[in-house]
């Protein structure tokens, strides 16, 4: 099952602008991590904020986590055509193996144009 | 360092075909997951392997599908027989064994198959 719900669905914006996307979860998690999906590619890892921080950086992504409302946010700041692509959250929480389970959301399909 | 090898790309078969996909982890990573992402969807987790263990496999439909990592590096996805809504992208994804790190995946392209 899928656990984040993201919003919205789709966003386009021009380069330059700032795109914020927004995902929901229902349980507790050990920490929520926003991945990238180009076209026809696999994810790649963009930033990881755990149960207990609020905000974090990287570069020109601030990512946000209020964990009493069990929502994040992806900002990317001065877009640019390259950012195109789909964005997933991905809630992760540990399982009575030891192990940790990673459950992604729906993503937020991002066009940016020049 | 070399990235998650997948192969094929594409594949396109007929329904009640059998296909298999495999996956070469970054080296060095004991964790190896196999992702199904259905078109417009996330991915969702099919079976998580830890050295050649299965860790979780609790989404596999294991009437059609099974996985194997015989010894703890390379994996194969097998689906038999496929039906038409097994079409999806099929995803490997592999971590590092401890740390931080350990919450980071990294992934292969993916085949995309198509069942007709």
């Known amino acids: 099952s899928q656990q984040g719900e993201e919003d919205p669905q789709a966003l386009s914006i021009q380069e330059g602008e700032n795109a914020t996307m927004n995902c929901s979860y229902k349980?507790?998690?050990?920490?929520l991590q926003w991945y990238r999906q180009n076209s026809g590619r696999g994810l790649v890892h963009l930033i990881l904020?755990?149960?207990?921080?609020r905000e974090k950086h990287s570069g020109r992504l601030r990512v946000t986590l209020d964990t009493s409302k069990k929502s994040s946010s992806l900002l990317i700041t001065a877009s640019r055509a390259a950012d195109t692509a789909s964005y997933f959250c991905?809630?992760?929480?540990?399982?009575?193996?030891?192990?940790?389970?990673?459950?992604f959301g729906t993503g937020t399909r991002l066009l940016v144009s020049p | 360092e070399a990235g998650v090898a997948q192969s094929p790309r594409y594949k396109i078969i007929e329904k009640r075909q059998s296909v298999a996909f495999w996956c070469n982890p970054i080296?060095?990573?004991?964790?190896l997951y196999w992702y199904q992402q259905i078109l417009g969807q996330g991915p969702k987790l099919l079976i998580q392997?830890?050295?050649?263990?299965?860790?979780?496999d609790s989404q596999l439909p294991k009437d059609r599908f099974s996985a194997e990592r015989l010894k703890g590096v390379d994996s194969t996805l097998k689906i038999q027989p496929a039906k038409l809504e097994d079409s999806a992208v099929y995803l490997c994804?592999?971590?590092?064994?401890?740390?931080?790190?350990?919450?980071?995946?990294?992934f292969g392209a993916g085949t995309r198959l198509s069942v007709l």
């Open positions: 349980t507790s998690i050990n920490n």
């Open positions: 991905a809630t992760v929480r540990g399982m009575n193996t030891g192990f940790q389970k990673l459950v």
């Open positions: 904020i755990r149960s207990n921080e």
């Open positions: 392997f830890q050295n050649n263990g299965v860790v979780d």
């Open positions: 994804a592999s971590s590092s064994p401890g740390g931080a790190a350990k919450n980071i995946q990294y």
């Open positions: 080296s060095g990573h004991a964790t």
